[in-house]
């Protein structure tokens, strides 16, 4: 379901099912774009925003704003984790406790919880590797 810009008028990107971003003009966003994009990524009782320095830019995306690229086991002494790799190259812990599926798709809270994210292919493939399915439930087994 496609997030959509109130007033219609204003400087607003856009994401697509796959997590290409594209900019106010309708090019896409080059990689270090992203970052800073990313990085600035806000949330308001209307939606997504990227928070610039001329004013916020509206957010409009077709399932969430933000897309899981890659994802890793991280050991460190007796604990693991997995470390997942955001769009825009940032990367954070997946909390377990935020790992959800719909339909074909694995999504998960990131950002303290703030912001939906889901796993394409590539991360999608390699999450699937760590997990357990109990008919509807998850288990992240490491």
Excluded at 20 to 30: A, I, K, L, S, Y
Excluded at 88 to 104: A, C, F, H, I
Excluded at 110 to 126: L, T, Y
Aim: aromatic share 12%; hydrophobic share 35%; with cysteine.
């Amino acid at each position: 379901m496609e997030n959509e810009i109130n007033g219609g008028g204003g400087i607003h990107f856009r994401v697509d099912f796959e997590g290409r971003w594209f900019g106010p003009d309708g090019e896409e966003v080059n990689e270090a774009s992203l970052f800073f994009l990313t990085q600035n990524l806000r949330r308001d009782g209307e939606g997504f925003f990227v928070g610039m320095g001329f004013g916020p830019a509206k957010l409009v995306f077709e399932d969430v704003p933000l897309h899981v690229t890659g994802l890793e086991l991280v050991e460190r002494g007796e604990t693991k984790h997995l470390e997942m790799t955001l769009v825009g190259g940032v990367t954070e812990p997946l909390d377990p406790e935020t790992l959800y599926k719909s339909g074909d798709h694995f999504y998960c809270r990131v950002r303290g919880g703030n912001v939906p994210a889901r796993f394409i292919d590539p991360a999608r493939d390699e999450l699937i590797k760590y997990l357990k399915m109990d008919g509807e439930d998850i288990y992240l087994v490491l």
